[in-house]
């Protein structure tokens, strides 16, 4: 017979499993940013990140890669990060985080700044039964910043769960309204299972769905909107000891599609990273393109070298559609 912490663990799968299928099997769309916004080494690969996050930016990721991350990591990262609008925009934005982990638990901090965010005119929202619509807004910047409390747990060795707890501190600044501002309770929740060298990821994001501002003449709703997203990897430092390959290819893909500011969105995202030298540098390159609304695309590159053991610099630069482009640094420590 299983001992009583097996009967548990066996208990709690299931649970967490189905929890994660509801969520997937529940689309409500709204407006919110992409997942795209943190870490210059997931971005580096283009966003295919889900199943690969073992970092401290796993707080963003996938709260699950705790669970079989390092003993201790520590990310400091900022650039400018895509804005999700439209060509023809003047939009700008630009993040900044602070994450700390350990494989059970993790805290961290991330600020976006969207600024400029109506340059183009007015958006026009049809009302029911009728041809000619209201004219509504888009607010003229938007800044939150993520207060996480991350929680990782190995369901057995090799698939792990974790949550993390947020409180989304919101302001927003409109023409008509003025200044508005608001502190909202939000969850992500994520699973991570590792089947040799092949490692499976999906995280749901921003289950509450915060509004963040509505505007009073349309109606329309600015929210963070629930975001779910699988990711299937090859690790090469999972093969066994003596065919171990420091060489990591992934892919990740939206289940749901969602809206943004600039529209809908469903991204696919492939990417690839290689580390040389005895791991003192690693390269890495990735694409992703929205599957549906604008289609817009995207390609990555990115770089990772090590200052003394355990610390690392990282850079990464995206270019593509102009939604979708940006730049960013980091300082990492992990041991």
């Known amino acids: 017979m299983p001992n009583p912490r097996i009967r548990t663990h066996l208990a709690q799968a299931p649970a967490l499993i189905a929890f994660l299928a509801l969520v997937l099997a529940a689309p409500r769309p709204s407006n919110a940013q992409a997942i795209e916004t943190v870490g210059a080494r997931a971005l580096g690969m283009g966003g295919a990140f889900v199943a690969v996050a073992n970092d401290s930016t796993a707080t963003w990721w996938n709260p699950a890669g705790l669970a079989a991350g390092p003993f201790v990591d520590v ?20 993040t900044w985080g602070l994450a700390i982990a350990t494989p059970a638990l993790g805290a961290s901090y991330y600020r976006l700044r969207i600024t400029d965010m109506d340059p183009v005119g007015p958006i026009v929202v049809a009302e029911a039964g009728r041809q000619e619509g209201r004219v509504g807004v888009l607010p003229d910047s ?23 707890l947020k409180l989304v501190r919101a302001s927003v600044e409109s023409a008509l309204d003025g200044a508005e501002s608001g502190t909202h309770f939000d969850v992500d929740v ?53 065919r171990t390959l420091p ?14 500011i600039g529209g809908p969105r469903r991204t ?34 990115g770089a990772s070298v090590s200052i003394v053991k355990g610390v690392l610099a990282e850079v990464h630069a995206t270019a593509g559609a102009r939604a979708e482009r940006g730049w960013g640094v980091a300082a990492r420590a992990s041991f």
């Open 190 to 242: 994520g699973l991570l299972g590792i089947v040799g060298p092949v490692r499976l990821g999906v995280v749901a994001r921003q289950l509450s769905e915060p509004v963040l501002w509505s505007d009073p003449v349309s109606g329309r709703d600015l929210r963070l909107g629930r975001q779910v997203r699988v990711g299937v990897a090859f690790d090469g430092d999972l093969l066994s000891v003596d």
């Open 142 to 164: 938007l800044e939150f910043g993520q207060f996480g409390a991350t929680i990782g747990h190995s369901i057995f060795s090799r698939l792990h769960a974790g949550a993390t």
């Open 75 to 94: 990310t400091v990262t900022g650039g400018r990060a895509p804005d999700g609008m439209s060509s023809g925009s003047a939009a700008r934005a630009t």
């Open 247 to 260: 060489l990591v290819v992934s892919f990740d893909a939206d289940t749901l599609s969602y809206d943004t």
């Open 268 to 301: 696919v995202a492939v990417g690839v990273e290689r580390w040389l030298r005895g791991r003192r540098v690693g390269v890495r390159g990735g694409a992703r393109v929205n599957t549906t609304g604008a289609h817009d695309g995207a390609a990555s590159i």
